[in-house]
């Protein structure tokens, strides 16, 4: 049919047919807009599916770090503390960070369950599987109560204080083997009644005292010359709460050096160190330094603060 001929035909034909040329571009229109979406939703879940791989390869490698993180800190040493403590009180944890093993503390467990008691240093020596070295270490920081020593010691105590007050200070009567005086608190009148030791001695020793800031161990008497070895036994130092400690970060070089276990290059060398890396946190802060061996910060340790 022409398209001229399209004006001839009848009216009711050319409603006919303009209706069905009506739904043909409604067809048309549903088709494009039902087509236009189903690619838009095939986008949304392709931009969907991306994104839900990347987070799983984020989650992957968040999850390979962590995993490097503790691997990592299970390499880490682990460092000992060094503080006082009573073997016959002190619990698992502070066993523990005092450096023993676990099968070492068990064993001080069943030896005070089965009554046992540390009465001396020495005594905590033969805990099963403790190494020498491990012993000396701990030797200075081990301090018994005296709610552990025998109660015959009270009497003898009780005898030795009415003596004391008899003695003279010319003619001091000397002690008893079994007997011992507090190294911390005795003057130089209690001193002399030790065996071995006579005026010279106990003003060297309640001098040196007062240098150290206090005694931590009985050996310490070793520092002074000449000083008679078989005098230690009667000598017993019952607590370390009177010990006087130094500020490594607040004394000057010339305040640092007058403590015995510092000298001249020691205390530049804390000097200089906190003018370079700041405060001092720890002993440790100096352990890589040339003046600062091992032994020298064992000795220190008791009496420095930070």
Request: glycine share 6%; charged share 25%.
């Amino acid at each position: 049919m022409k398209p001229s001929s399209f004006f001839y035909l009848h009216r009711s034909d050319r409603r006919v047919l303009l209706a069905f040329l009506l739904v043909a571009v409604l067809f048309l229109c549903m088709l494009f807009v039902t087509g236009g979406n189903e690619e838009g939703e095939a986008v949304v879940e392709a931009d969907s599916s991306q994104r839900g791989m990347i987070h799983s390869v984020n989650g992957q490698i968040a999850k390979n770090a962590h995993s490097s993180s503790v691997a990592s800190g299970q390499t880490e040493v682990y460092r000992p503390e060094r503080f006082p403590f009573d073997p016959n009180t002190a619990d698992s944890f502070q066993l523990r960070r005092l450096g023993l093993q676990s099968w070492q503390i068990r064993n001080i467990y069943k030896y005070r369950a089965a009554g046992g008691i540390y009465r001396e240093k020495i005594d905590f020596a033969q805990t099963y599987g403790l190494t020498q070295k491990e012993y000396r270490e701990l030797e200075p920081y081990i301090q018994i109560s005296s709610d552990y020593q025998p109660a015959a010691l009270l009497v003898q105590e009780r005898k030795l204080q009415k003596e004391e007050s008899r003695d003279t200070l010319l003619y001091p009567r000397k002690l008893t083997p079994g007997q011992t005086i507090d190294l911390s608190v005795a003057d130089t009148s209690l001193l002399k009644r030790v065996p071995g030791i006579g005026s010279h001695y106990a003003r060297k020793i309640v001098e040196y005292r007062e240098r150290l800031g206090g005694f931590a161990s009985v050996d310490q008497l070793d520092e002074i010359e000449g000083f008679p070895l078989q005098a230690k036994r009667y000598l017993r130092i019952d607590s370390m709460a009177g010990v006087q400690r130094i500020n490594l970060n607040r004394l000057s070089m010339n305040e640092l050096r007058r403590h015995p276990y510092l000298n001249y290059y020691q205390a530049r060398a804390i000097v200089d160190y906190r003018r370079t890396h700041g405060r001092l946190k720890s002993l440790t802060d100096l352990r890589l330094l040339r003046d600062f061996p091992p032994e020298v910060i064992q000795r220190l340790e008791p009496y420095v603060e930070f």
